[in-house]
C-alpha cells in the first residue's frame, strides 16, 4: 500500500535542496558543533588504546562539515596519531561536496581517506569481505539510521567492529522533540516506509537498555523556524514527505496544526519555532 504522504526519499534531488534548507533554517549544525567543540574532546581522549594510527568511520556523512570538526578535535586530543578515516556515504554529491571541503580545509595530512559510495549495509558487506577482524577506534552515525530498514542490527554491527577502548557516536533527533511527537501521532501516516525513518534516540535508548549496552545520553537544544510558509513546507518535505494526491484533506490539516501544537513548538517574538532537539548516544563496546 502507498505511503499516504511520500517520502522525500524517493526523489533525491528535492531531498537534497530540502536537507540544504534544512541546515540553512535551524540550528542543527550550530548544535552540533558545540558538542564536538565542548563534550566530544573529553570522550575521544580515553580512545586509541596508544596506538600510533586510529581507524574511524563516519556513515552518512553528508558533505563532511560534522567530520572534519570531530576529526579536527581528534587531532588536537591525539596531535602525533595518523588516521584512517573510512567514509560511507552513497551519494555521489554528497561524496563531491565532502572531497571539495578535504581540498580546502589545511591540516588534513595526516589522515588518509577512504570513499566508501555505498549504503551502510552494503558497507557491512564490503568490510566483512575485505577486512574481517579489523577494528575501529572510532565510529559515528549522525542523523543517518533513518535511512537503514534494521536500525539495530545496524548498531549492533557497527559496534562489533570496535576496539574495546573504542566508542559509537550516535546522533538522531530526540525522542522528546518536535519530531518525536509528530511520528508517534501521524505513526501510520508518516512511518510506513521500508526503511526506519521515524527512528529516535528514544527507540534506540529502548533496544540498548533491553541489550544492557552501556552508553551516555546527551540532549541537544535545537530549533528551527517554521513561521514562513516555506518553512511549513520545508518541515513538510523534511520528514513528512509530500503530501500524496490520496491523502485526504484532514490528516494534512491535524499534521500542520499539531507542527505549531505547544508539544511542537512555541512562539517567540511571533516567529513559530520548531522543537528540533538533537539526542547523542556515545555507546560503549
Ligand atoms: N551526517 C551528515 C549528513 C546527514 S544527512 C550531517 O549530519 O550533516 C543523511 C546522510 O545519509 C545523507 O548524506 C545521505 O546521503 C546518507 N544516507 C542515506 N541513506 C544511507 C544509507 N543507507 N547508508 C548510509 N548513508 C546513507
Not at 37 to 62: C, K, Q, Y
Not at 207 to 227: A, C, H, K, R, V
Request: glycine share 8%; net charge negative; with cysteine.
Amino acid at each position: 500500500m502507498a505511503a499516504p504522504f511520500r517520502s522525500l526519499v524517493e526523489d533525491y534531488p528535492r531531498y537534497l535542496k530540502s536537507f540544504e534548507l534544512f541546515l540553512e533554517r535551524s540550528s542543527e549544525h550550530q548544535c552540533m558543533q558545540d558538542f564536538i567543540h565542548n563534550t566530544l574532546p573529553d570522550i575521544l581522549a580515553s580512545i586509541g588504546g596508544g596506538r600510533s594510527i586510529f581507524n574511524v568511520m563516519g556513515g552518512g556523512s553528508g558533505a563532511g562539515e560534522i567530520d572534519l570538526g570531530m576529526l579536527a578535535q581528534l587531532h588536537l586530543k591525539h596531535p602525533h596519531v595518523k588516521v584512517d578515516n573510512e567514509v560511507v556515504e552513497p551519494s555521489n554529491d554528497m561524496l563531491h561536496k565532502y572531497k571539495v571541503r578535504v581540498s580546502t580545509t589545511p591540516d588534513l595530512d595526516h589522515i588518509n581517506f577512504e570513499w566508501n559510495k555505498m549504503t551502510a549495509s552494503e558497507f557491512e558487506k564490503h568490510w566483512q569481505q575485505k577486512n574481517p577482524g579489523k577494528k575501529m577506534d572510532f565510529i559515528h552515525m549522525i542523523q543517518m539510521l533513518y535511512y537503514v530498514t534494521d536500525p539495530e542490527a545496524t548498531v549492533s554491527f557497527f559496534r562489533s567492529l570496535l576496539h574495546k577502548d573504542g566508542k559509537l557516536l550516535i546522533i538522531l533527533v530526540s525522542g522528546e522533540s518536535g519530531w518525536g511527537k509528530l511520528w508517534t501521532t501521524f505513526k501510520k501516516q508518516l512511518c510506513n516506509t521500508e526503511i526506519s525513518q521515524c527512528v529516535t534516540t528514544g527507540d534506540i535508548k529502548t533496544f540498548l537498555d533491553t541489550e544492557g549496552i552501556p552508553y551516555q545520553n546527551y540532549e541537544l537544544l535545537s530549533q528551527m523556524d517554521i513561521t514562513e510558509s516555506g518553512q511549513a513546507e520545508l518541515s513538510r518535505e523534511k520528514s513528512l514527505g509530500e503530501r500524496g494526491k490520496e491523502e485526504p484533506k484532514d490528516h494534512f490539516g491535524a499534521l500542520l496544526d499539531l507542527l505549531r501544537h505547544p508539544d511542537c513548538s512555541k512562539e517567540v517574538n511571533g516567529r513559530i519555532i520548531f522543537n528540533n532537539n538533537l539526542g547523542v548516544l556515545v555507546v560503549e563496546p
